[in-house]
Nanobody, 117 residues
Framework: VQLQASGGGLVQTGGSLRLSCATS????????MSWFRRAPGKDREFVATMTRSGDATSYANSVKNRFTISQVMSAKNAVYLQMSSLKPEGTAVYYC??????????WGQGTQVTVSS
C-alpha cells in the first residue's frame, strides 16, 4: 500500500489548506482512510477518518466543523483533508493512513503544515 501525502505549507491563522493523499483504487476500496497529525513535542493524534464505502466520517473535536475529509476514486485516486479556519495549534506534520482509525495498517510519509499567528 502506497500513500503519498502532499499539500502542506505555511498559512496564516484563519487560512485554508487542502491536503492530498495519493493512493490506489484498491486501497480506497479495501481500507478506511484517516488523517493524523503530530505537533512538535506531542504525540500523534487522530484528526479525521472516512469509511471505505465513503458513507461515514468522524472528526476529532478540535477540528470538527473546520476540517473535511473526502475521497475520490477516478483516474486520480486520493483522499483529501480540506482545512479551514486554521489555528496555530494546527501546526504539525499531517499523515494519511489506511486501515482501522484506532490502529491503521499503513502510513504515508507526512506533510508539514505551519500556521503562523
Amino acid at each position: 500500500v502506497q500513500l503519498q501525502a502532499s499539500g502542506g505549507g505555511l498559512v496564516q491563522t484563519g487560512g485554508s489548506l487542502r491536503l492530498s493523499c495519493a493512493t490506489s483504487r484498491r486501497t480506497l476500496t479495501f481500507y478506511d482512510m484517516s488523517w493524523f497529525r503530530r505537533a512538535p513535542g506531542k504525540d500523534r493524534e487522530f484528526v479525521a477518518t472516512m469509511t471505505r464505502s465513503g458513507d461515514a466520517t468522524s472528526y476529532a473535536n478540535s477540528v470538527k466543523n473546520r476540517f473535511t475529509i473526502s475521497q475520490v476514486m477516478s483516474a486520480k485516486n486520493a483522499v483529501y483533508l480540506q482545512m479551514s479556519s486554521l489555528k496555530p495549534e494546527g501546526t504539525a506534520v499531517y499523515y494519511c493512513a489506511a486501515g482501522p482509525s484506532r490502529d491503521p495498517n499503513f502510513w504515508g510519509q507526512g506533510t508539514q503544515v505551519t500556521v503562523s499567528s
